[in-house]
């Protein structure tokens, strides 16, 4: 995956364009994913998701921890 395509789901995913992913930013794509994606992924897994990927543990994902854990993905 290109380093940029990861900076665009990023930016996606940020939807207040603040430059870091909340937990509710992430939860609402992870909660309109689970259609998708045939899973039924709840708050406690998106909050348990969020923890393990925010590194810095400040209460937000900014595009380096995006983007290793997206890289971790593929």
């Not at 395509?5 to 689970?34: K, P, T």
């Not at 994606?37 to 921890?65: C, H, I, K, W």
Request: charged share 30%; glycine share 6%.
């Amino acid at each position: 995956f290109a380093s940029n395509a990861v900076e665009e789901v990023f930016r996606y995913v940020d939807a207040d364009s603040s430059g870091n992913i909340s937990i509710q930013e992430a939860q609402s794509i992870l909660l309109r994913l689970n259609s998708r994606l045939g899973r039924r992924y709840g708050e406690d897994d998106v909050n348990a998701f969020f923890s393990a990927l925010d590194v810095n543990n400040d209460g937000t994902l900014d595009l380096e921890e995006f983007k290793k854990a997206f890289l971790r993905l593929i």
